[in-house]
């Protein structure tokens, strides 16, 4: 499948069917911390990347092989409101499924009233907000040029208005940026404007585009969870595993995952009961060899990555 992933576990959305209608590492955000690495495509304009029919297509195919999904998730390896079709791609979906559509999306684009429509076909919105002052914004977030923190807020507020499904609002804390107790504060103040359904609280879990990026201590997260009053979806043991394709070989089956992020190695040790460690530690060599995929050591743990050019 090109466009269409899983389903995997997700810590918001149970059994997830993803979509992501975009090509890899297109945006118009470039996080630091973001565990794509930095955008190589960094643009704000609106484009039909792939004819929504065959998109439709995946998705109808992977629903008559998958019967549990709790969510179809358009997502991306990017930003997922750059798709132009985005609107009717949802529309199309809603036609032969009951299934919730939800849309992880960082929200830059709400300010336009296109994209907000597009939106409103949807059950759930889950979009970013790391910081509400502009200088902060452009540190964590280093948004395409044309973007302002101010005519995002404004537009995320016009959506609120608009949208009576459920918006969830994510905010990824960075140690030193903006984990202070006056910055989450000032997020809180905004939230609450926002009336936001749900807020979670995110850290960088895996190697993040910046290697300086570090998690705020449990301590900065405990009382930042209490004053954003949100639920904690940051913690390394909540890494979950997506499902694979158990027909694939286990190189397919660790490359088709580590396309799409870095992949921590023991919990590569647990996806293949029939292989042991010895087994597992030579083929994770012979694909790195190979040139497939990369080491990358964060926070202690060493994680696999599908190289740069594998990415789909
Ligand atoms: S974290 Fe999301 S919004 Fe930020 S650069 Fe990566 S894909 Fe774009």
Request: net charge neutral; aromatic share 6%.
């Amino acid at each position: 499948m090109k466009y269409v992933f899983g389903p995997v576990p997700s810590r918001r959305l149970g059994r997830s069917l993803g979509i992501s209608p975009i090509p890899p590492k297109t945006c118009n955000y470039s996080c630091i911390y973001c565990q794509l690495g930095r955008t190589s495509k960094l643009t704000n304009d609106r484009k039909m990347f792939f004819p929504v029919q065959d998109i439709v297509q995946e998705v109808k195919l992977a629903l008559e092989k998958e019967h549990i999904i709790d969510f179809i998730t358009i997502v991306g390896d990017g930003e997922p409101t750059l798709y132009l079709g985005l609107g009717e791609l949802i529309k199309e979906i809603k036609k032969f499924t009951n299934i919730p559509v939800a849309v992880i999306t960082n929200g830059a684009l709400l300010y336009d009233q296109e994209v907000r429509k597009e939106l409103l076909l949807s059950d759930v919105v889950l979009p970013t907000l790391d910081a509400v002052e502009e200088r902060m914004f452009r540190i964590i977030n280093r948004p395409h040029k044309d973007l302002r923190l101010n005519l995002i807020i404004e537009g995320m507020k016009k959506f609120r208005e608009e949208f009576s499904n459920q918006i969830w609002m994510e905010v990824m804390l960075v140690k030193d940026k903006n984990d202070s107790r006056e910055t989450i504060l000032a997020i809180r103040k905004t939230l609450d404007e926002l009336r936001v359904d749900k807020t979670f609280i995110n850290v960088p879990i895996r190697p993040p585009a910046e290697s300086w990026v570090e998690i705020p201590t449990n301590e900065v997260l405990a009382e930042a969870q209490r004053n954003l009053n949100a639920e904690s979806i940051a913690h390394f043991e909540n890494l979950l595993i997506e499902s694979v394709d158990r027909d694939a070989s286990p190189e397919n089956q660790i490359l088709s995952i580590t396309k799409r992020h870095p992949l921590r190695e023991d919990q590569i040790m647990t996806l293949f009961p029939n292989l042991n460690e010895e087994e597992i530690k030579k083929m994770l060599d012979g694909m790195s060899k190979k040139r497939l995929i990369k080491i990358e050591k964060y926070m202690n743990h060493r994680f696999w990555t599908a190289k740069e050019e594998k990415k789909i």
